[in-house]
């Protein structure tokens, strides 16, 4: 492994997978620096001491600049979302990088395409795909050139559609194309083999083929992901429907992935397996199953939702849909703020004090009713009230929640052990602002399959009648505090 690698240029920096080893880069011991068309976009994802050139791949006389000095060049760049002609944009963008780095003396370039055997007719994507590797590979400067299959991890196309799917369908239609046999992934591994890659010395270019430990299909990813969710799915294989055909069909189940996810179903017909292990000599690393990827992906998806403050996250990348509040990825959020002139202390102590004999602040006996309810299903219903005598604490039960997070002054959050279709918390968070304090009152909705969004949706008018009435009656009850 080379050590003395310097100076890195990372494209494609605002994508997926250009994104997340943006910031695994800014922990190694170089000096890092991005190519971007937009500058602006991608300066508040940077460190302070990340470097951003503006320029376009598309444009030969922007790189040179970027180019300068540097030792690793990562090209992380493809159009596979544009409505056309991504074939030859990717093809003129390739060889415009290959001669921009041979021109400045770059020493390596590192790129991630797409597995498949290219002795066989591939689709429009793989051809791309691999077309460019070749290019880059033919540039003059050596390439490392990974060909993966499919993509696990947290907020990957691959990922979204097989949750969109399985999620989304109780009863699903099978083509054959669904066994075909690929070698996902995890997001982790790959992101392992592309730093490593950046210390690999090489003196020419290179293939190298990566996966996981595992052969499996996107049937078999599919009822791996009902499993970890716990959601019963029926699959009943057809010996019809085209990849054309499951292009429409995907575009009425999931059509925010509709475009690009065509031209993915137009690739699934061919199998993406490792037939070369030859990465197994150059790297040390030991890539997880599918099973153990999927597992990665919900975890990490969980750890960095609850990592994220509301006020933050609501107002950033949200869909905001009226009838069921606000949806974000697969999360459904009611959201309710209210500004009291009184300090932190006093906004939060009905918050503190909720819960038990002292009610919800609003329809206590539509309340008293659910946990009946809930316990006529074998649920804990309100029969464990809340802590006596004594002020609450993380790891506490408070009725049919459990506190997740009591951080007095500022916030309570409380995750749902009743019986639900999905997981629910229900959060209130009291923050300073213009001498007084906003009172943030969220609850979040994870559902479990079709049923989990039809309760969701069913009984949302319920729900904004009681979380509208609770946060104005805790706000009232904040203000008549001493």
């Not at 070369?276 to 040390?284: L, M, P």
Request: glycine residues 8%; charged residues 25%.
């Amino acid at each position: 492994m080379n050590k003395s690698v310097k100076n890195i240029l990372l494209t494609g920096a605002s994508g997926y997978i250009g994104g997340r080893l943006l910031k695994l880069l800014e922990n190694e011991p170089v000096n890092l620096r991005c190519l971007a068309r937009n500058p602006d976009y991608l300066q508040p994802r940077v460190n302070p001491n990340t470097q951003i050139i503006q320029g376009d791949v598309l444009d030969e006389s922007s790189l040179d600049q970027a180019l300068h000095h540097i030792d690793v060049a990562y090209y992380l760049i493809h159009s596979m979302g544009s409505a056309k002609g991504f074939s030859e944009t990717d093809r003129q963008a390739a060889e415009n990088f290959g001669r921009a780095c041979r021109r400045a003396g770059v020493q390596k370039i590192v790129y991630l395409g797409g597995l498949g055997d290219n002795d066989q007719p591939l689709s429009e994507h793989l051809q791309s795909r691999q077309e460019v590797g070749r290019i880059l590979r033919e540039s003059g400067v050596p390439a490392i050139e990974f060909r993966a299959s499919i993509v696990i991890g947290s907020g990957s196309l691959s990922f979204e559609l097989i949750r969109a799917l399985t999620e989304k369908l109780p009863v699903m239609i099978m083509p054959r194309w669904v066994k075909i046999q690929a070698q996902p992934i995890s997001i982790e591994d790959l992101l392992a083999y592309l730093i490593e890659a950046m210390y690999l010395q090489v003196d020419k270019s290179i293939i190298l083929e990566i996966g996981g430990s595992d052969k499996v299909s996107y049937y078999d990813l599919m009822k791996e992901y009902a499993r970890q969710r716990q959601l019963k799915r029926l699959m009943i294989p057809v010996p019809v429907l085209t990849p054309y055909l499951s292009s429409l069909w995907l575009g009425l189940v999931t059509p925010v992935y509709a475009r690009i996810g065509r031209k993915l179903i137009e690739s699934i017909v061919h199998p993406t397996v490792v037939s070369d292990n030859r990465a197994t000599r150059y790297f040390s690393i030991q890539p997880k199953s599918a099973g153990e990827a999927i597992k990665s992906a919900l975890h990490n998806e969980d750890k960095e939702f609850a990592e994220t403050r509301w006020s933050d996250a609501l107002s950033a990348t949200v869909q905001t849909s009226g009838y069921g509040g606000i949806r974000m990825r697969s999360r459904l959020i009611d959201s309710r703020i209210r500004y009291v002139p009184i300090p932190p202390e006093r906004a939060f102590k009905p918050i503190a004090d909720i819960g038990g004999e002292n009610g919800w602040y609003a329809y206590n006996m539509l309340w008293r009713l659910r946990g009946m309810l809930d316990l006529m299903v074998g649920g804990v219903g309100l029969r464990r009230g809340r802590p006596k005598n004594r002020t609450l604490q993380t790891g506490d039960t408070l009725d049919f929640w459990r506190v997740e997070k009591y951080e007095p002054p500022y916030e309570l959050k409380l995750l749902a052990e009743m019986r639900l279709p999905g997981k629910a918390w229900l959060e209130f968070e009291v923050i300073a602002e213009n001498n007084g304090s906003t009172i943030q009152q969220t609850a979040v909705f994870y559902p479990s399959g079709l049923a989990g969004l039809l309760y969701w949706y069913g009984i949302f008018p319920l729900h904004a009648l009681v979380f509208r009435t609770m946060i104005r009656r805790i706000a009232r009850r904040a203000m008549q505090s001493g």
